[in-house]
């Protein structure tokens, strides 16, 4: 949901603000369920938000990565000292390919 929600952002012309119950319409996504999705995102300066009548939420950050939106929705990623050993190696293969994987990039 925050990866499509960003490249919706990401295809509009203009970088002002939309309402998340506009978001949720065209993306055919629960409004409740993606305000909290942006709340989290909000949290790690992915997107900004603005309340009131003219509010709603556009990006905010020069680069958002797959790994970026990993992290604000789903929590990081602890190849530093994993629960099994033998996950360090592909948890931090996972780890540095997500974050090559560039999903907004500010022109």
Same mark, same amino acid.
């Given at each position: %949901?925050?990866? $499509? +929600?960003?490249?919706? !952002?990401? /295809?509009?012309?203009?970088?002002?603000?939309?309402?998340?119950? $506009?978001?949720? /319409?065209?993306?055919?996504?629960?409004?409740?369920? !993606? &305000?909290?999705?942006? &709340? %989290?995102?909000?949290?790690? @300066?992915?997107?900004?938000?603005?309340?009131?009548?003219? @509010? @709603? =939420?556009?990006?905010?950050?020069?680069?958002? +990565?797959? !790994?970026? !939106?990993?992290?604000?929705?789903?929590?990081? #990623?602890?190849?530093?000292?994993? +629960? #099994?050993?033998? %996950? /360090?190696?592909? #948890?931090?293969?996972?780890?540095?390919? %997500?974050?090559?994987?560039? =999903?907004?990039?500010? /022109?």
């Amino acid at each position: %949901m925050s990866v $499509e +929600t960003i490249l919706f !952002l990401k /295809k509009r012309k203009k970088n002002d603000y939309l309402q998340a119950s $506009e978001i949720a /319409k065209s993306l055919n996504f629960s409004v409740g369920y !993606l &305000q909290k999705v942006i &709340q %989290m995102l909000s949290r790690q @300066g992915i997107v900004e938000c603005k309340r009131g009548r003219i @509010g @709603g =939420v556009r990006i905010r950050a020069r680069v958002i +990565t797959l !790994l970026d !939106l990993w992290k604000a929705t789903c929590g990081g #990623l602890d190849y530093a000292n994993p +629960t #099994l050993a033998v %996950m /360090k190696r592909p #948890l931090k293969a996972f780890s540095d390919s %997500m974050g090559k994987v560039v =999903v907004y990039r500010k /022109k």
